[in-house]
């Protein structure tokens, strides 16, 4: 079975249904399904090739879903662009994949214009489709495709050098749908707000919702009040956000509080959220906070916590392995661990890919044992709850000893004139690396260093404690909202090379 036919059957079933608001209106499922067929057969005709690879840039629309259905319906291998990249991003990655289609909206074609290939627009070619009536299983006869074949290419990297390209196969997008149906529970009345880019997170939800006969709402305005305002008059149920969007929203919220009684999930990725940001959004918008731990090499769902686990320790935990996933913890050597000791995540199971796009020897150092190795620390407790810890390449060794920056920047998050903080190792002479805190406050507060320091050292000790403390207006973050650290490392040798060591 392939993922597309997921779609299919829903629109079989549903064919009367609302599938998509959108802010021209609404499309039901057949009419839905027309668009998507019309868009695979234009895909065909200009390029015949079975597998062969389509580049889609685009801005959250309802075109922009439309082409990645006809995508998957053409039988052709879903490769996003990702508005958010630089431009110098998006053409690394146009010339290391090399072929294919390139489609784009208007504002991304633009922005391709330099990439030195045909840039063909998205959302045209609609006339007709009212005279499709029954809808068939797809535009071209079931093949005998292998499920290994990948159905995605996403891109992970790309600011320097070459672009990492996650090969996702088609029995991971199957098996990320299984998980969402079994784990989130979808029915036909559920309402799926598109509140991160469909580039990435969204893409996970959006055939499992259709799947359910489901409905995708596209809000007027991404932004934060433009989003609770579409969750108020569509009667949203659930929707997926990077913390930092969730923590707008809780703000936005607070300030002009809207009916958002139809939320049932909101589930936040991508990032970690401490339990006292977590308690905060509860308070705003009610207790429908669950979270998923993910890497695009494992896409999506290698662990969920739902809303009604939402609480006490577990406010600290990414939930339990999904349905369709086998998670452990390796220590040297590859090593199975026991509860409570941290160690590699190492996860294996259909939902894992299949490899990166022509990087063998990358591919071979994160495999061992058909087992991949997410880079990231964690542990899981007895009851087999998962919590993580950093990034492995992320954990400051200095003086001999390993601190973890997690735990430095959770209390320096309690800390009040603190809205964010990120710690990171920065090189030492005497230390090896020293522990560094780059910290955004709060609107209206200050900086007393000698302060937050105390308050850090009163809870963590001397050697945890930041050797300096840097001031950002804001912190830099990736297109997906993730915290640089690599930026934060970089400014502060900049800083330091120009003006000597920061406060204290």
């Known amino acids: 079975m392939f993922p597309i036919e997921f779609f299919w059957r829903s ?37 015949p090739g079975l597998g062969s690879f389509v580049l889609v840039g685009a801005g959250d629309s309802l075109d922009h879903l439309v082409t990645i259905l006809g995508v998957l319906a ?35 074609a633009l922005r391709l214009a330099g990439c030195g290939r045909p840039v063909h627009p998205i959302g045209e070619d609609r006339s007709g489709e009212d005279a499709i009536g029954s809808v068939p299983m797809g535009p071209t006869p079931r093949l005998a495709i292998p499920l290994d074949r990948p159905q995605a290419i996403k891109f992970t990297g790309g600011t320097t050098g070459a672009p990492k390209g996650v090969l996702q196969p088609l029995r991971t997008w199957n098996t990320n749908i299984l998980n969402h149906l079994h784990h989130m529970r979808y029915t036909p009345d559920d309402r799926y707000l598109v509140a991160a880019a469909l580039t990435h997170g969204t893409s996970t939800y959006m055939l499992p919702i259709l799947a359910s006969g489901g409905t995708i709402v596209f809000p007027a305005t991404p932004r934060a009040d433009g989003l609770l305002d579409a969750i108020a008059a569509h009667r949203a149920t659930v929707f997926f956000a990077p913390p930092t969007l969730l923590l707008s929203l809780a703000e936005a919220q607070r300030r002009q509080p809207r009916d958002l009684a139809s939320l049932r999930c909101v589930v936040y ?21 669950a979270t998923c731990y993910g890497q695009t090499e ?50 294996r199971g259909d939902l894992v890919m299949s490899g990166y796009f022509r990087a063998e020897e990358e591919t071979r150092r994160v495999f061992a044992d058909g087992w991949l190795r997410t880079g990231d620390s964690g542990r899981l407790d007895e009851r ?15 003086g001999g000893f390993n601190v973890y920056p997690s735990d430095v920047e959770t209390v320096l998050a309690r800390y009040p004139a603190v809205l964010d903080a990120a710690v990171v190792g920065v090189p ?19 900086l007393d260093a000698p302060d ?26 990736s297109p997906v909202g993730k915290v640089l650290k690599s930026a934060i490392r970089t400014e502060i040798l900049r800083r330091r090379a120009a003006d000597g060591p920061a406060c204290p």
Not at 269 to 289: F, H, K, N, T
Not at 428 to 446: C, I, M, T
């Open 452 to 477: 937050l320091l105390a308050f850090v050292k009163r809870d963590l000790g001397s050697v945890k404690t930041p050797k300096e403390l840097h001031v950002f207006a804001e912190l830099p973050r």
């Open 428 to 446: 030492d002479a005497k230390w090896g690396e020293a522990v560094h805190a780059a910290v955004q406050l709060r609107a209206g507060h200050s």
């Open 74 to 108: 053409a039988g052709k291998v879903w490769i996003p662009l990702n508005p958010r990249n630089g431009d110098p991003e998006l053409e690394r990655i146009v010339e290391f994949v090399g072929g294919g289609l390139v489609m784009a909206d208007h504002a991304m």
């Open 384 to 398: 087999g709850y998962l919590f993580l810890g950093d990034r492995i390449r992320d954990v400051i060794i200095t």
């Open 298 to 347: 494992a896409s999506q769902m290698i662990a969920y916590l739902p809303p009604e686990e939402m609480t006490g320790d577990n406010l600290a935990s990414v939930g339990r392995p999904t349905f369709m996933t086998q998670v452990t913890i390796a220590g040297p050597g590859g090593t199975v661990l026991g509860p409570g000791e941290t160690g590699e995540i190492a996860v």
């Open 269 to 289: 990725g991508g990032g970690p959220m401490r339990p006292e940001q977590i308690r905060d959004v509860q308070s705003i918008l009610g207790p429908v906070v």
């Open 11 to 47: 629109v079989q079933r549903n064919p009367d249904r609302i599938a998509v608001i959108h802010p021209g209106g609404t499309l039901d499922f057949r009419t839905l399904a027309a668009r998507v067929l019309r868009c695979a057969g234009r895909l065909v005709t200009l390029d």
